[in-house]
């Protein structure tokens, strides 16, 4: 059975993964290309103009960027590394940082394989909690 969830958009009950129902997830859609088509149509518009433009709110356009949706390479918009504070085109970080928070989570995982005499990698190398009491009292 699926799990039930409320909407973190809208706020109804609906089964399935992700934070969004489906309505959301469709409105939110064709936001994202309304967004893109505007962008691809006016190279070099601002988040507020885009916004002003498409009617779509300028926190969901940032949104669409933070999470690698959109490039603002056709578009003027103030995104920053939340780790170094460079200027970047999407995402949360610039390469280089990405780049060092993998070597360190590399380093991190590499030497954290085995906890005690127990691995936290099953066969297949993913990752889990071995032995874990969730339903603790």
Known sequence: MADLKNCSQCGR????????????QETEEDEFLTVRRYIRDH???????????TGVEESKIL?????GRL?????????????CGKRISSGRYCRKCLEELERELG???SSNKNVGNKS???????MFIKDKDVYKE
């Open 13 to 24: 009950l609906f089964a399935g993964q992700g934070e969004l129902c489906r309505r959301c």
């Open 43 to 53: 190279p070099g518009s601002s988040v507020f103009e885009v916004s002003e433009a």
């Open 63 to 67: 949104s669409f960027l933070r999470r």
């Open 71 to 83: 490039e603002a390479r056709g578009m003027v918009a103030d995104l920053e590394c939340e780790r």
């Open 107 to 109: 380093k991190i995982v």
């Open 120 to 126: 936290v990698f099953d066969k297949k190398g993913k």
